[in-house]
């Protein structure tokens, strides 16, 4: 079993940049696929990045491709998500999610994934 804890996310002005950091706990952390979600207030959660259990291998939401980069150290049991030229509307909470299947295979629905963390609040200001 993985347990998840989110951390890096605070206030920001448009442009900046934040690394988020996803702490997993675990023996098996390196064999799971990881991605990122967001959900802000009044919507649905939704997809922002994924990368494979050795990382050969990332997926991106067309909203945040170019901006974000998902990265994992597995001898750290980490995941980050660095965010730059941020917008307003990037702000959510923000979500790590563990995937024990590595097919990428609906990689962009939140049901496909087995565990979560409880969120990280990010806030882009204008």
């Known amino acids: 079993q993985v347990q998840l804890v989110e951390s890096g996310g605070g206030l920001v002005q448009a442009g900046g940049s934040l690394r988020l950091s996803c702490a997993a706990s675990g023996r098996t952390f390196s064999s799971y696929a990881m991605g990122w979600f967001r959900q802000a207030p009044g919507k649905e959660r939704e997809f922002v990045a994924r990368?494979?259990?050795?990382?050969?291998?990332?997926y991106y939401a067309d909203s945040v491709k170019g901006r974000f980069t998902i990265s994992r150290d597995n001898a750290k049991n980490t995941v980050y998500l660095q965010m730059n030229s941020l917008k307003p509307e990037d702000t959510a909470v923000y979500y790590c999610?563990?995937?024990?299947?590595?097919?990428?295979?609906?990689?962009?629905?939140?049901?496909?994934?087995?565990?979560w963390g409880q969120g990280t609040q990010v806030t882009v200001s204008s």
């Open positions: 999610a563990a995937d024990r299947l590595m097919n990428s295979d609906r990689y962009y629905y939140s049901s496909k994934y087995d565990y």
């Open positions: 990368i494979s259990w050795s990382g050969a291998s990332t």
